[in-house]
C-alpha cells in the first residue's frame, strides 16, 4: 500500500532527479531564458497602448495638423504638464497609462501628441510644428 504521501516523494525525487541530469537542466535553461512570456507581456501592453490610442483619437491631437498617426510613435500628453505627479498618483509605467486610459476612456486630461509637437507643447504651451508656421 502506496500512500499518498509516499507517491508524493517519489514524484518529487524522479523530478529532482531530472532536473539534475543534463537534458533536465538544458530544457530549465532554456525555459528561463525564453522571452515567450516577456513577448506575450509586449504584446499585450502594445495592446492596450493601441487602445489608448485609439480612444484617445487615433491621430495627434494638435492643431498644428500634423495628423501623425503611428501608434507606437503617439505619446498620451498631459494638458497641464502634470504627467510626472499623474504618474506618482496612478505609479504608473508607460503601460499603467495606456490602461488608466483605457479605464478613463472620457478623460480630459490627456491627449494623445506626436513627439514633436509634445516637445513643443511643453516648452511653450503651443505647438511651434513646421505645419503651423508660414
Ligand atoms: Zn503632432
Ligand atoms: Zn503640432
Known amino acids: 500500500m502506496v500512500t499518498i504521501e509516499q507517491r508524493r516523494a517519489q514524484k518529487a525525487a524522479v523530478m529532482r532527479h531530472w532536473r539534475q541530469t543534463s537534458k533536465g537542466r538544458a530544457c530549465t535553461n532554456r525555459y ?57 498618483e496612478i505609479g504608473a509605467s508607460a503601460y499603467g497609462m495606456s490602461l488608466w486610459v483605457k479605464r478613463n476612456s472620457l478623460t480630459k486630461r490627456v491627449w494623445l501628441l506626436c513627439p514633436s509637437c509634445h516637445v513643443s507643447w511643453d516648452k511653450s504651451h503651443q505647438c511651434v510644428g513646421i505645419k503651423n508656421s508660414p
Open 32 to 88: 528561463v531564458k525564453s522571452d515567450k512570456r516577456k513577448v506575450a507581456q509586449l504584446r499585450y501592453q502594445q495592446a492596450a497602448r493601441v487602445e489608448a490610442v485609439e480612444i484617445l483619437g487615433g491621430v495627434c491631437q494638435c492643431s498644428c495638423g500634423c495628423q501623425d498617426s503611428r501608434p507606437f510613435i503617439l505619446e498620451i500628453a498631459h494638458k497641464n504638464g502634470d504627467g510626472k505627479q499623474h504618474r506618482e
